[in-house]
């Protein structure tokens, strides 16, 4: 599976980002995908991840403000991120879960959030 993210941006704190990850290659065995984040000096989180079935699991610190959501295909996922802080300025990767556990990783997409 390859995946290809876009959207990160500069914006200032309160705006709103929406991100895309798309997928091309063995779409068909991928189970969930997701949004992580890397912080400089910090390891990389979870930020939101959604299952095939629409089960969605988020990070506390994002519940209320991002929404992940995909396609009924599973072709490509969004991260809606509303409500922006500077704490949420970070690396975004995406990432795809296949059925047999093997994980993918997108090239990383940048977000800053000025206060």
């Known amino acids: 599976v390859q995946l290809q993210a876009s959207g990160g941006g500069f914006v200032q704190s309160g705006g709103d980002l929406r991100l895309s990850c798309a997928a091309s290659?063995?779409?068909?065995?991928?189970?969930?995908m997701g949004w992580y984040r890397q912080a400089p000096g910090k390891q990389r989180e979870l930020v939101a991840f959604?299952?095939?079935?629409?089960?969605?699991n988020y990070a506390d610190s994002v519940k209320g403000r991002f929404t992940i959501s995909r396609d009924n295909a599973m072709n490509t996922v969004y991260l809606q991120m509303n409500s922006l802080k500077p704490e949420d300025t970070a690396v975004y990767y995406c990432?795809?879960?296949?059925?047999?556990?093997?994980?993918?990783w997108g090239q990383g997409t940048q977000v800053t959030v000025s206060s």
């Open positions: 959604i299952t095939r079935g629409g089960s969605t």
């Open positions: 990432n795809s879960l296949r059925w047999d556990g093997l994980g993918s």
């Open positions: 290659g063995s779409i068909s065995g991928i189970t969930g």
